[in-house]
């Protein structure tokens, strides 16, 4: 039997967080049509923006607020009235409204931000929360810097808010500072000392100022967190938030090890990503884990054949499983015959061992003057090697060796290939649609110990 999993709110903060990062900064129109993105994806919850920052981020909530009708919209509060005001006319359309109030509480940040006292600190917190909850049955507190808060002072403020009618209470790591053990530890100490905390979601917020900000959100998870906040491709102020796609994919391949379920639809990942990154006009880093564009590529003979013989050897999830169209070989400098092979067949061209032994030469010596050989390139030189001597410019000088140029000689004179029918696929055909090999051929196990080694 197995066990029940745990269910994960995900609490998406693209439009609020992650629209802080230098550059990423949407208009109403692009708001609006990222977040029906994010409601494909299966979001819980779209903090929609900030609604006193400005006129735009105003009207950018109200809009998601009154199109979209799935997920809670949350707009952010800093705790006072004109703020909390401000967030609730936003949100009062909203099918599932929430406003998101927050007060640092770290003894650094009241005594040079806010120049308040701790006891100052506690009342505001309480007194805003009252009011918010006056005007929305669903609300949410973050204690800013909590991660750098006195423990005991943090929970006292905690269960202040509880009182006081927080349904949410979210714990950010805001300068990104905390370790996970640190931070699950923060966690166990709130749900063992908070009166009333039984009754409310504790949430994990965490930046990634060093690198941490997924394994923190997934450790306080493991303490009893309910709700992670994150962002897609993991954007956010200065380092970014906790990426969206790393927690989810994170609970999806290892659930023996995060045994927790969330109702985002993988497959919508990809094009979630690719739309944040054409609106904002920021590229994703292309060896994101998940959505860089490297996550699925393959370049290196040896990973290559391997992949081509079965993905799972290289490929942890299936490029599907997150949207993305394929996994992709590369052909580069590092690929190996097989590789090679296998593009010219999806080309139209099949050659036969020796010719196909040529071609890889050729190609070799080309990848190693540009980066990334292209379908033309390749096209260029399969032409090239299949054509009578002189008659156009070769693509790359010819091999000097007595045996490459015994090579040259025979494919000068061999007709140029014609282009085969398409592969049947069946099921004997590989994850590429490719047919398997026969195993017929008495020098197979040669060979396919070559393709391994031509990569090296
Ligand atoms: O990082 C942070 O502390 C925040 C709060 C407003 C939740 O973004
Ligand atoms: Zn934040």
Not at 69 to 93: S, Y
Not at 186 to 198: A, F, M, P, S, Y
Not at 302 to 327: A, F, R
Not at 340 to 355: H, K
């Amino acid at each position: 039997m197995t066990a029940e999993r745990a269910r994960i709110t995900v609490f998406d903060t693209t439009l609020r967080d992650g629209e802080q990062s230098p550059g990423c900064s949407m208009n109403q129109p692009e708001k609006l049509r990222l977040a029906q993105q994010l409601d494909r994806l299966g979001v819980d919850v779209i903090e929609a923006g900030f609604p006193i920052a400005s006129d735009g981020d105003f009207e950018a909530v109200r809009a998601i607020a009154s199109v979209v009708r799935r997920p809670i919209i949350a707009g952010l509060a800093r705790a006072c009235r004109p703020d909390i005001e401000r967030a609730w006319e936003a949100l009062r359309e909203a099918a599932r409204p929430r406003i998101h109030v927050f007060l640092a509480t770290s003894d650094i940040h009241l005594q040079y931000k806010l120049r308040i006292t701790r006891d100052q600190c506690l009342a505001q917190a309480r007194e805003s929360i009252l009011f918010a909850k006056s005007l929305c049955d669903d609300v949410e507190f973050s204690p800013e810097d909590a991660t750098r808060t006195d423990p005991e002072f943090l929970c006292r403020v905690l269960e202040a808010v509880v009182e006081a009618g927080a349904t949410t209470l979210n714990i950010p790591d805001t300068v990104g500072y905390t370790v996970p053990s640190e931070f699950g530890a923060l966690i166990t100490t709130i749900r063992e000392r908070v009166k009333g905390i039984e009754n409310v979601t504790i949430s994990a917020h965490c930046h990634n100022d060093l690198g941490m900000a997924v394994a923190n959100a997934l450790a306080a998870v493991a303490a009893g967190a309910r709700q992670v906040e994150c962002t897609i491709n993991g954007i956010g102020e200065r380092a970014g938030n906790a990426s969206l796609e790393e927690i989810v994919m994170a609970m999806r391949v290892r659930p023996d090890k995060f045994a927790y379920e969330t109702g985002v639809v993988g497959e919508q990942i990809f094009a979630a990503s690719q739309m944040l990154s054409e609106i904002t006009g920021v590229p994703v880093q292309p060896n994101k884990a998940i959505t860089g564009r490297n996550a699925f590529a393959h370049e290196a003979g040896i990973h290559q054949d391997g992949v081509l013989k079965n993905p799972l050897t290289y490929e942890i999830m299936t490029p599907q499983s997150v949207g993305v169209p394929d996994s992709k070989l590369v052909l580069g400098k590092h690929s190996g015959r097989h590789a090679l092979g296998i593009r010219c067949e999806q080309l139209g061209y099949q050659f036969d061992r020796r010719a196909l032994d040529d071609i890889y030469r050729r190609f070799v010596r080309l990848a190693d003057k540009i980066k990334k050989v292209e379908d033309h390139h390749l096209l260029e030189l399969i032409r090239d090697t299949h054509k009578p001597s002189g008659s156009a410019t070769p693509l790359i000088e010819p091999i000097p060796s007595a045996k490459a140029a015994a090579v040259n000689a025979s494919a000068v004179t061999a007709p140029a290939p014609e282009p085969v029918k398409p592969f049947p696929v069946g099921p004997q055909t590989n994850a590429f649609g490719v047919p398997l090999p026969a195993h017929t051929d008495p020098h197979h196990e040669q060979t396919q110990q070559e393709d391994y080694l031509w990569g090296v």
